[in-house]
């Protein structure tokens, strides 16, 4: 049995592709940035979130535990 995954790998490609075109875009910026989950761990924190004064570890802390 063949079956025809053309359409599913062009689609991965093209996650693929918008995933990395995001993190570039959230990356360049001069802002600082940060996405958290639904239980308030963060899980993208950009550069310039990272030089905020306090700053920030990579994605996995949680805010509560950076104190305020």
Do not use: H, I, K
């Not at 995933?19 to 940060?34: I, N, P, V, Y």
């Not at 963060?42 to 104190?67: C, D, I, K, M, Q």
């Amino acid at each position: 049995v063949t079956e025809n995954v053309t359409a599913q790998r062009l689609a991965e490609a093209e996650r693929q592709y918008l995933a990395a075109r995001l993190d570039t875009t959230l990356e360049s910026m001069s802002d600082g940035f940060c996405l958290v989950d639904p239980t308030w761990r963060f899980v993208f924190v950009n550069g310039a979130a990272e030089r905020w004064p306090g700053g920030f570890s990579r994605a996995g802390t949680s805010p509560a535990s950076l104190g305020g």
